[in-house]
């Protein structure tokens, strides 16, 4: 039903208007119908970006999924920080590396680990008194994190959100 209702609007706008851009949440059907290779619309040079709030709900999802099982309870601590971190980096951005040098830093960062061989934090001194319970590199919460924010399928169409709408 969403991908002959999107079908049919697209179609329409495309006689109506120049279409540039359509942002939609991350439906599969839709994505494939806006693939730049061989979708439906490929040869009409319209960009597809993924709405922001809806890849934040995702990863929010997957944290709290996480942050569930045994030992790993600590992610629920930095929920808020780590989606507040991927709008910035999303914001930031100007291309997909610069997007994976920035977002790649969470994993360090949580670790209470501010400079590393490839780079290092953009935020400035942290207060000694800080209340955030740090991530131990390794840990089971460590690994399930890296596991969610360097996953292939997120990093695979992360790109879409990169306009930032």
């Not at 009409?44 to 942050?67: F, P, Q, R, T, Y």
């Not at 600590?74 to 610069?98: G, N, Q, R």
Request: net charge positive.
């Amino acid at each position: 039903m969403e991908k002959q209702a999107f079908i049919l609007t697209v179609d329409q706008l495309i006689k109506e208007v120049k279409l540039v851009e359509v942002c939609t949440d991350a439906h599969c059907q839709i994505s494939a119908l806006m693939d730049p290779v061989k979708g439906k619309y490929k040869d009409h040079g319209i960009h597809h970006s993924l709405d922001m709030w809806h890849g934040a709900k995702n990863l929010s999802k997957k944290m709290s999924e996480a942050a569930l099982v045994k030992d790993q309870t600590v992610l629920l601590h930095w929920l808020k920080d780590i989606i507040s971190d991927f709008w910035w980096c999303c914001k930031t951005a100007d291309s997909y590396e610069e997007f994976l040098q920035l977002w790649i830093g969470v994993v360090h960062h949580v670790c209470n680990e501010h400079e590393w061989a490839m780079g290092g934090c953009k935020h400035g001194p942290l207060p000694a008194d800080t209340d955030k319970t740090w991530i131990k590199r390794d840990s089971k919460a460590h690994k399930a994190l890296v596991e969610i924010i360097l996953r292939k399928r997120w990093l695979k169409d992360v790109h879409k959100f990169l306009r930032f709408r």
